[in-house]
């Protein structure tokens, strides 16, 4: 008889969660079936979306679900906090994967040569 432990490996392992000036803002479990849900609804309600802007997800999640749609040609992010784009590259890397997206040219979607990240306050850009 198999045991709860090899049925489900997932969850015997630690989760990772992201906590933001003591409010957490996102988890591995359950981090993709939301930034599934917040990405895909309007890149599929675009008949060819080729230039998309993201407004904040430093974990780079949402850049990684508009990655995966073939017609984009660059993904703008603007993100005000440069260091936390760092950490969650270097302690996250999870969130950011593009190893396994057909058409990227980078394992980290923060490095695909689609993909600019601008660091700055969203309110200066636009």
Not at 25 to 53: C, D, F, T
């Amino acid at each position: 008889e198999r045991s709860s432990e090899s049925l489900d490996p997932d969850l015997q392992t630690p989760d990772k969660i992201l906590f933001l000036d003591g409010v957490q803002q996102s988890s591995l479990r359950g981090e993709a079936a939301y930034h599934e849900a917040l990405v895909h609804p309007s890149m599929i309600a675009h008949p060819n979306p080729k230039r998309v802007a993201i407004i904040g997800g430093g974990e780079g999640a949402t850049l990684r679900e508009v990655l995966k749609h073939n017609t984009v040609e660059h993904v703008m992010m603007v993100e005000i906090d440069e260091e936390l784009v760092e950490m969650c590259d270097e302690f996250m890397p999870e969130w950011s994967d593009c190893s396994d997206i057909a058409g990227s040219d980078a394992d980290s979607c923060f490095n695909d040569s689609r993909a600019v990240v601008e660091f700055e306050d969203a309110f200066k850009w636009f």
